[in-house]
């Protein structure tokens, strides 16, 4: 038993020891959506094919001018990509059945979450199948994209 509790607190110093720690970088924020100026639920992750580190990110229309929370819904998702973590650029707002015209078609995509495995990018986000004005009112589903590039 001692063998087992010993093991036991030898593994707990070692991922303390292993622990990372962070610290708010000096400038801030790190990054704001050059289109609408409402970057939220960010998500990043090395992109093995662009050689860089993308962010996916809610493109909140925080410059719309409206009643409600409208400039919370009818949202695409935005990318920034960035060589050291540090400087993040616009790249664009995601492409594809679903994801181009949210105002139009009537929908808002929230909180991506994006991984890449097997040579392929899942991209998992939150789809709302109106824009109401309200949160939490209306039916959520997640839906599932992926892509090569």
């Given at each position: 038993?001692?063998?087992?509790?010993?093991?036991?607190?030898?593994?707990?110093?070692?991922?303390?020891?292993?622990?990372?720690?962070?610290?708010?970088?000096?400038?801030?924020?790190?990054?704001?959506?050059?289109?609408?100026?409402?970057?939220?639920?960010?998500?990043?992750?090395?992109?093995?094919?662009?050689?860089?580190?993308?962010?996916?990110?809610?493109?909140?229309?925080?410059?719309?001018?409206?009643?409600?929370?409208?400039?919370?819904?009818?949202?695409?998702?935005?990318?920034?990509?960035?060589k050291?973590?540090?400087?993040?650029?616009?790249?664009?707002?995601?492409?594809?059945?679903?994801?181009?015209?949210?105002?139009e078609?009537?929908?808002?995509?929230?909180?991506?979450?994006?991984?890449?495995h097997?040579?392929?990018?899942?991209?998992?986000?939150?789809?709302?199948?109106s824009?109401?004005?309200?949160?939490?009112?209306?039916?959520?589903?997640?839906?599932?994209?992926?892509?090569?590039?």
């Amino acid at each position: 038993m001692r063998k087992i509790v010993a093991a036991l607190l030898f593994l707990e110093a070692s991922l303390f020891a292993l622990a990372q720690e962070f610290h708010l970088p000096d400038t801030e924020p790190a990054y704001v959506d050059s289109v609408w100026y409402g970057s939220a639920d960010p998500s990043m992750l090395w992109n093995p094919v662009k050689k860089e580190f993308y962010m996916y990110y809610t493109q909140r229309r925080a410059e719309l001018e409206s009643e409600g929370v409208i400039w919370a819904e009818g949202t695409k998702i935005g990318i920034a990509a960035s060589k050291d973590g540090r400087q993040w650029r616009y790249v664009g707002t995601c492409k594809g059945e679903r994801l181009e015209n949210p105002v139009e078609d009537d929908y808002s995509l929230w909180a991506p979450s994006v991984i890449y495995h097997k040579k392929k990018f899942h991209m998992y986000v939150s789809y709302v199948p109106s824009i109401t004005g309200h949160y939490g009112k209306g039916i959520r589903y997640i839906k599932h994209y992926t892509s090569k590039d």
